[in-house]
């Protein structure tokens, strides 16, 4: 089996049995390896993403022009004045260990942020940066859950929120929110989910995958949901806090009656193009924090010195390259959801924030070309791939089989090639 079709059945394996909610067993492994590896790493699903994203690379390799909207990454470079700010901290020597929890020039620039843009008050002690913000989730699924927890998962969800609460040895509840309400759970459908077992509940504004963006009045009553439960915590995902284009973020970890029991995850990743850098970080209450210290403590210790400092610099000072660029996201949507609407099939809806567009793909459904069949989310992104060589993600791997993602992190010209492909290739289906 080549490296292509290897990556695509690993994908199809990961969307099967997240979907049914199975687990790989030992007989998926060569019985040689049976006693090799723990049942933790067997039972993991590999991520949606970085599969599709190396599977349009195998292809790119055998000669094909493929063009790939399946990874989250900006396609800008990082700001100038970010880089040289880490240049500098290079000549000052600023290679050192650092301390765990982050340089205090970064957790203070992250403080005043927090004030500044989000109207959180917090001390240097509850913010701890970690090796970017997944490290971030996983730290808090390692200090805080453990077996019988449940997690309530907004879907459609990060893909690798589902894996990250398993690691920690909690369970996974999903609500489910489909295009007809902008993929937005209500106040209400988390009510009626939370149980005695319920530790915390996850979700990100602006959304990956959807764009969608809560509102300040839908925040407002999820928090009152919450402030009724006095042992239930949330976890607020605010990556794509900057790429926001509804004119205002709010921030849940501002409302008064759940400040003290909301941990708030963010990043440099989107809003800064520092994908590479690896900086993430929370703010969370003390207890949470020094326990999210002390599990990165013996994993990764602190991070990178340079980076910390140049990340301090991008926090105080020019915003507008990230405004820009944010600018520049808001027109590529505005160009493709024009474009995606003119595909048959395709139901959109408008995204708010990120960079992604979600499109409700189940009409084609039972549809054909050849002997190809579509019946779900990774038969459309297989034949896409296959057919006319753009790459894109299932929605199952974000717990919603009737969608796709797109990611318009990619240059005007690919987006309006990459579309004229997939219209191309489901015109040929029937």
Not at 27 to 35: A, F, I, R
Not at 117 to 143: E, H, P, R, Y
Request: with cysteine.
């Amino acid at each position: 089996m080549d490296a292509f079709l290897t990556q695509w059945y690993l994908l199809c394996k990961h969307i099967f049995y997240q979907k049914f909610d199975l687990k790989f067993n030992e007989m998926s492994l060569p019985t040689s390896n049976k006693k090799l590896l723990s049942k933790r790493i067997t039972q993991m699903s590999p991520s949606a993403t970085i599969a599709m994203s190396q599977m349009a690379r195998d292809l790119r390799a055998k000669g094909h022009d493929v063009i790939s909207l399946s990874l989250g990454e900006p396609d800008f470079d990082t700001p100038q004045h970010i880089k040289d700010a880490a240049k500098k901290a290079l000549d000052d020597g600023k290679t050192k260990y650092t301390p765990v929890p982050g340089l205090v020039e970064l957790r203070e620039a992250i403080k005043t942020k927090f004030k500044r843009d989000n109207d959180i008050d917090c001390d240097i002690n509850q913010i701890v940066v970690s090796n970017g913000a997944k490290q971030s989730l996983a730290n808090l699924s390692l200090t805080m859950l453990e077996e019988g927890d449940e997690v309530i998962i907004f879907s459609p969800y990060w893909v690798s929120y589902y894996e990250i609460v398993r690691l920690g040895l909690g369970t996974p509840v999903i609500l489910d929110a489909g295009i007809e309400t902008d993929f937005k759970v209500t106040a209400a459908q988390l009510d009626n989910a939370i149980t005695n077992n319920t530790k915390f509940i996850l979700f990100s504004s602006p959304c990956n995958p959807t764009g969608s963006v809560y509102e300040e009045h839908e925040l407002k009553a999820i928090a009152d949901v919450v402030a009724k439960y006095d042992d239930v915590y949330i976890v607020a995902d605010e990556i794509y806090e900057y790429i926001n284009f509804t004119g205002k973020h709010v921030s849940i970890g501002s409302f008064e009656n759940v400040k003290d029991r909301t941990i708030t995850v963010n990043g440099f990743s989107k809003g800064f193009a520092m994908t590479g850098w690896r900086l993430g970080y929370i703010c969370a209450p003390k207890e949470i924090a020094a326990a999210c210290s002390k599990m990165q403590s013996q994993f990764t210790s602190g991070a990178t010195a340079f980076g910390q400092a140049a990340a301090a610099h991008a926090l105080l000072s020019d915003m507008s390259p990230t405004h820009e660029m944010a600018k520049a996201y808001r027109s590529r949507r505005d160009m493709l959801m024009g474009k995606l609407r003119e595909i048959p099939g395709f139901k959109v809806n408008q995204p708010e924030g990120a960079f992604y567009i979600f499109p409700d793909i189940s009409a084609l459904f039972g549809k054909k070309n050849g002997d190809t069949v579509i019946n779900n989310s990774v038969d459309l992104c297989n034949y896409l791939l296959q057919t006319v060589h753009v790459a894109l993600v299932p929605g199952s791997a974000f717990g919603n089989d009737n969608c796709l993602r797109i990611s318009y992190a990619a240059s005007d010209e690919q987006l309006l090639e990459a579309v004229r492909r997939i219209k191309k290739g489901v015109e040929q289906l029937s």
